[in-house]
T-cell receptor, first 111, second 113 residues
Framework: TQLLEQSPQFLSIQEGENLTVYCNSS?????LQWYRQEPGEGPVLLVTVVTGGEVKKLKRLTFQFGDARKDSSLHITAAQPGDTGLYLCAGASAAGNKLTFGGGTRVLVKP | NAGVMQNPRHLVRRRGQEARLRCSPMKGHSHVYWYRQLPEEGLKFMVYLQKENIIDESGMPKERFSAEFPKEGPSILRIQQVVRGDSAAYFC???????????FGPGTRLTVT
């Protein structure tokens, strides 16, 4: 069974600070996706990383996929209150037909 | 281009009733996935379907749960004789192809009283 562990579970920071969320597994995934979920809504796709060592930037968000494709990180620079939400990582199986989700990191950015 | 649509957004059922959840994938997407998010838990895969076929139902409870994706119309997740433990948010996702990214709908929140 593939498992994804996210850390920390909860993160509270002041506006302007940086933060990093980690997603770790003992299994290899064919790709890894990061989502953000607001209360009462479905997850919204932020990025997909496919290649080991890959780094993708989305404005103030930087996503990295580990060389062995077992772990990933999300770094937010100069966080804003609008970054508040539940961040989820999800690994795709080799067959590509199902996502295994981490438990999520709840981020609160205080103004 | 409309996203994944799910209805109803909220559904209340008494124990023993049936619940039917509908999902219309994004235009051009022929792969549908259902996930369940129990209170205070992460999203868990239930079933993967293509038109008229169930491809992988390894995450679906063996009893009372069924899913279909007919040639015409939305995908349906059906829960018979609901129990309180079925209360959860049920999300549908769709993708263009098997290895493409999955896009999620807003979910249906099922409450069993």
């Amino acid at each position: 069974t593939q498992l994804l562990e996210q850390s920390p579970q909860f993160l509270s920071i002041q506006e302007g600070e940086n933060l990093t969320v980690y997603c770790n597994s003992s299994s290899v995934f064919s790709s890894l996706q990061w989502y953000r979920q607001e209360p009462g809504e479905g997850p919204v796709l932020l990025v997909t990383v496919v290649t080991g060592g890959e780094v993708k930037k989305l404005k103030r968000l930087t996503f990295q996929f580990g060389d062995a494709r077992k772990d990933s990180s999300l770094h937010i620079t100069a966080a804003q209150p609008g970054d508040t939400g539940l961040y989820l990582c999800a690994g795709a199986s080799a067959a590509g037909n199902k996502l295994t989700f981490g438990g999520g990191t709840r981020v609160l950015v205080k103004p | 281009n409309a996203g994944v649509m799910q209805n109803p957004r909220h559904l209340v059922r008494r124990r023993g009733q049936e619940a039917r959840l509908r999902c219309s994938p994004m235009k051009g997407h022929s792969h549908v996935y259902w996930y369940r998010q129990l209170p205070e838990e992460g999203l868990k895969f239930m079933v993967y379907l293509q038109k008229e076929n169930i491809i992988d139902e390894s995450g679906m409870p063996k009893e009372r749960f069924s899913a279909e994706f007919p040639k015409e119309g939305p995908s349906i997740l059906r829960i018979q004789q609901v129990v309180r433990g079925d209360s959860a948010a049920y999300f549908c996702a769709s993708s263009r192809g098997l290895t493409n990214e999955q896009y999620f709908g807003p979910g249906t929140r099922l409450t069993v009283t």
